[in-house]
């Protein structure tokens, strides 16, 4: 199954600080998704991107966050000004097969973000 | 909202043995979705099954749907050391945006 390939794995930031993660998902789809995880928490949806464009977002996807696709390959979540409560697991996402998710999803493993 | 809410929240169960988990929500929806997780992993995704389906199997997971009672469980048969994770129901209500249970935490004992 084609993979999902997102980094760092790891990023520790100082609160204040910008940072860009960075996902590669699967060639020649038109969605990507962006979730994170905080810690013993649910999975929770923050936005979604078509063919270059925000197609939905959440109430946590603020100001403060953008997404972009600088190139045909990658897709990039940033947080301008990071705070203790953006500490969390990012996870990029994909569907599986198609442009649709109508066969589930294929996420990658994930950046986990620490913000000191 | 509480879409996707795993019951039990964590199973402790023999190698060899059935799991079952358990998984609510409150909206309609156009499919519903299994994902594992390993510790500090990224979500895999296991099974999918649709609003007009009401049982799916894929290998060792079995997977049903009811959506009078919109509910959904999961079995997985004949458990492996290798089945320990944590265990996710997500709902799709059609538009790609996927909410997620908290999870069910399954310990697989060798």
């Known amino acids: 199954e084609p993979e999902v390939t997102q980094t760092p794995s790891h990023q520790v930031t100082q609160m204040g600080q910008e940072v860009i993660l960075r996902c590669v998902p699967i060639s020649n789809h038109l969605y990507f998704y962006w979730y994170r995880q905080i810690l013993g928490q649910k999975v929770e949806f923050l936005v979604s991107?078509?063919?270059?464009?925000?197609?939905?977002k959440s109430e946590i996807f603020d100001d403060q966050f953008s997404v972009e696709r600088p190139d045909g390959s990658n897709f990039t979540l940033k947080i301008r000004s990071t705070k203790l409560e953006d500490s969390a697991m990012y996870f990029c996402?994909?569907?599986?097969?198609?442009?649709?998710?109508?066969?589930?999803?294929?996420f990658g493993s994930g950046t986990r973000l620490t913000v000191v | 909202s509480q879409q996707g809410e795993e019951d039990p929240q964590a199973l402790s169960i023999q190698e060899g043995e059935n799991a079952t988990m358990n998984c609510s929500y409150k909206?309609?929806?156009?499919?519903l979705q299994w994902y594992r997780q390993n510790s500090g992993r990224g979500l895999v995704h296991l099974i999918l099954i649709r609003s007009n389906e009401r049982e799916k199997h894929s290998g060792r997971l079995r997977v049903t749907l009811d959506t009078s009672k919109k509910s959904s469980s999961l079995l997985i048969t004949a458990s492996r050391a290798a089945d320990t994770a944590s265990y996710f129901c997500a709902t799709d209500p059609g538009n790609n945006r996927l909410a997620f249970g908290k999870g069910n935490q399954v310990v697989v004992i060798p």
């Open positions: 909206t309609s929806i156009n499919n």
């Open positions: 991107f078509y063919n270059n464009e925000i197609s939905e």
């Open positions: 996402a994909s569907p599986r097969t198609g442009p649709t998710a109508n066969y589930g999803y294929t």
